[in-house]
């Protein structure tokens, strides 16, 4: 079992940046691949970015290729999404999801764990 905690989110304007921290619980964190997803009002959940078990390998959406990065620490049991050049359309809730694989999906329903969500809005 894991439990997450995101934190990080919050009100910033267009071209800003944010940083989103995800704090997991247990022993076992390496064994997991995770992923970050976001949900905006209205709108059906949407996948953003992925890392693998080691850190090694990581996956993007196009809509936040290269300005979106996620990393991890083992060590510290946490997984970071770092949020350049922030837009309107990136406002959404965003999850933190942990998958019993040391390969990440894309896909939400392929993830067992998710935290509360932390809000980003981003002004125009």
């Known amino acids: 079992q894991v439990q997450l905690v995101e934190s990080g989110g919050g009100l910033v304007q267009a071209g800003d940046s944010l940083r989103l921290s995800c704090a997991a619980s247990g022993r076992t964190f390496s064994r997991y691949a995770m992923g970050w997803f976001r949900q905006a009002p209205g709108k059906e959940r949407e996948f953003v970015a992925a890392?693998?078990?080691?850190?090694?390998?990581?996956y993007y959406a196009d809509s936040v290729k290269g300005r979106f990065t996620i990393s991890r620490d083992n060590a510290k049991n946490t997984v970071s999404l770092q949020m350049n050049s922030l837009k309107p359309e990136d406002t959404a809730v965003y999850y933190c999801a942990a998958r019993e694989a040391f390969v990440p999906s894309t896909q939400g329903s392929w993830y067992h764990y998710w935290g509360q969500g932390t809000q980003v809005t981003v002004s125009s």
């Open positions: 890392i693998n078990w080691s850190g090694s390998s990581t």
